[in-house]
């Protein structure tokens, strides 16, 4: 019993770092409608940045937290520039394929600038834990939980709150119409990306400080996750994006504690599966519309 | 007021405006009239400037407008209300009106005006908690309206406002149409149901295949044979 709870407090714990890349592709989700598969690689770009730092500069935490975020806005600004700004309504399928070209131009540019396969990446608390009776969680697990529920606070908060929330839902809602109300809709989804890619930039961070290494395919993996994290939870959801990490999370600790680590992704992929079949739409989210510019109905 | 000439838009290698000019006189009601395709959406998304012409102006008294980003032109007090509404659905009524006042920071001012839509469309008021997705299709073109009203236009476009509503409803429309002409707003408005338009307009014009046609009063507009025949479903006169 006390294993099924540490198995359970370690998977919400890893699961908060999956909520929080799903937290990042949501905004871009919610507000474009749009996939960008190099999401996970413009966050590999700013962890590159951060090792680079570490590795010749002797960069503290604080400084490599900052280069890996704001490393990741700025390769995210880039993706947007080149495969969704150009992009007319309705082309997202153009966006999506752009948006794999530039994944396998990322990848090719880190392993150019730093060819050996794998970087050191400074740690965050040494891997130190807290007991609780019988149970253990590691410090830097903790500040990733605390994260992932802050920001995905503050992103509620600014969507629901703030007149640039209002104008990313007018944008979500009716992109034709934010134009007419006189909204900058270029401006915004260029800010909004930023600001998601920068999201993306604090769960890579406190992955790799977790992980203590840095490699080219860190990219995918944050895709992967962030997506099926997405998924699960809900298609522009922010609740669900932080509920489907912890849930992945959860599911692939349990999974290996029973069935072994070579089963991990394999039970993580089959609830995914589960789950488009049984609730395309995510837990939270609603069902995916064919596209965001549809006209309603008169 | 504004001021339309020799304007060309075109969808890739089609051109839908093929050389437009019009004129709409500041604190009236002007009418373009047209069927299906003829060009007028097309028309009221290049003033917006949602879309962009090939060539040719669009000026509000003194000011170019093209080549202006549609946010410049709701500056500069160029407000459309869309063919389908168009309101925000998953945005509450107050959200949607908020959103209407987008491009202004007078925050006291924004309420007051709030405040004025709500006396204008009441149902707007028992309603403004409601997500604007939920209201009927009348309340929807109310809100549209509203929305358009809350940047303060100088001028006021509207792209078929009674499309797909119920007859009394599109009186409702009308007599809004005109409440607001009455307090000084200038309109600019495309109509497929002539004749609610000629109870409401001053000046009108006829738009097919993306040329105007047709320009004139009313009175006028009544007394064309061809247009009777085509817009006002008068019966052919045999011989
Ligand atoms: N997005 C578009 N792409 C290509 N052609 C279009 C598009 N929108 C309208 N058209 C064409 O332009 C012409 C004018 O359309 P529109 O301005 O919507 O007419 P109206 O509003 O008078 O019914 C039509 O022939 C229509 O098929
Ligand atoms: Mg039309």
Redesign the pocket.
Known sequence: MVDFFQNTIDGVMIGSSYGLLALGFTVIFGVMRRLNLSYGPSIMIGGYLGTVLYLNHGAGPLVVAGAVVLGAAIAGVYVERLCFAPMKAGAGIASMVSSFAIWMQLEQAAILVLPRHTYPFPPLATGATLEFGPFFVRIDHLIMLVCALGLAAAVQVTLYRTRFGLALRAIIGHPVAAHLVGINVRRAMLLAFAAASAIGGVAGFLVLAVDQQVTPMFGMWATLKGLIAMMIGGLGSVPGAVVGGLLLGVIETHSQWYFGPQFRDLIAYVVLFAFLVARPGGLFGRAPSPDITTPQKA | MLDVSDLVTA??K?E?LKGVSLHVESEKITCLL????????????TIAGILQPRRGSIRLGGTELVGLSPARIVARGVALVP?NRLVFPQMSVLENLLAGAYQRSDKAEINVDVERMYTRFPHLRERHQQLAGTLSGGEQQMLAVARALMSRPRVLLM??PSLGLAPLVVAEIFSIISELNRDGTTIFL?EQNAHMALQVAHQFFL?EQ?RITFKGTPGQLAEDEVIQRAYLGTRRTAG
Do not use: C, F, W
């Open positions: 969808y890739g089609i839908a047209g069927p299906n395709g003829a060009g007028k959406t097309t028309l009221m998304m063919e792209d078929e495309v738009m993306g």
